[in-house]
């Protein structure tokens, strides 16, 4: 079974921190996602990654950043957190190569809090 | 462009009645269509999917879904509940980009489940 996981469950942080939500996937898969979550509009993408060091924009990139130095892992970075980024984080992955039918597998999410 | 529209913000049956969720969806290409589920404190996990093969497509732990172009539906039914049913379903659409990087998810639905 595909695995990916998140380094926290639940993260309090303050305004102004940096804040760094980790991911890892064990199958290799070529594509890497983060999501937020907020109530009543389900998940909207922040950044995607195809490739080791490759990126892309998402729906809402504004306010974070990405890292992928290694294949199985994806880091999403809030430069200055500030309240309005308190959400759910979901991060995901995908074998790739498959025209819009691929499987993104899930890990558990982080829920951040920030004050 | 695609989107996609859960009618349904949350749905309440009874143990051992039937299921429907109900799902639009609008694309400007031959999409493929996805139910996800998410349980308490848990990522997604993908339910069913259907990508332009059988309209009538049978996925995990009983549930199933059919493609009907013509309505632009793509509605979850379940014949009988279960208690474990609870939790909140994503209806997600994806245009045949090479990255499937373009998924739109809906609000969700959450299913109440009611001894």
């Known amino acids: 079974d595909v695995k990916v996981t998140q380094s926290s469950r639940y993260l309090v942080k303050r305004t102004g921190e940096k804040v760094f939500l980790e991911c890892v996937q064990d199958m290799d898969h070529e594509n890497m996602f983060w999501y937020r979550q907020d109530p009543g509009l389900g998940l909207r993408l922040i950044y995607f990654?195809?490739?080791?060091?490759?990126?892309e924009k998402g729906d809402i990139p504004e306010g974070y950043s990405v890292s992928r130095e290694k294949k199985e892992r994806f880091s999403l970075i809030l430069e200055s957190a500030s309240t309005n980024q308190t959400s759910m984080y979901l991060c995901?992955?995908?074998?790739?190569?498959?025209?819009?039918?691929?499987?993104?597998?899930f890990g558990p999410g982080t829920r951040l809090t920030v004050l | 462009a695609q989107s996609v529209t859960q009618l349904d913000s949350h749905v309440s049956v009874s143990e051992g009645t039937p299921v429907l969720l109900r799902c639009n969806y609008s694309s400007s290409y031959s999409p493929s269509l996805f139910w996800y589920v998410q349980h308490p404190n848990k990522g997604l996990q993908l339910l069913l999917k259907?990508?332009?093969?059988?309209?009538l497509v049978k996925g995990i732990n009983g549930f199933e879904a059919e493609f009907k172009k013509s309505e632009t539906s793509f509605h979850l039914t379940k014949p009988s509940a279960h208690m474990s049913d609870a939790a909140e379903y994503f209806c997600v659409v994806s245009p045949p980009s090479p990255n499937n990087n373009d998924m739109r998810f809906g609000a969700g639905t959450r299913l109440t489940v009611k001894p």
């Open positions: 990654s195809y490739d080791v060091k490759m990126k």
């Open positions: 995901a992955s995908s074998l790739g190569g498959f025209m819009g039918t691929d499987t993104q597998y």
């Open positions: 259907y990508t332009s093969a059988a309209t």
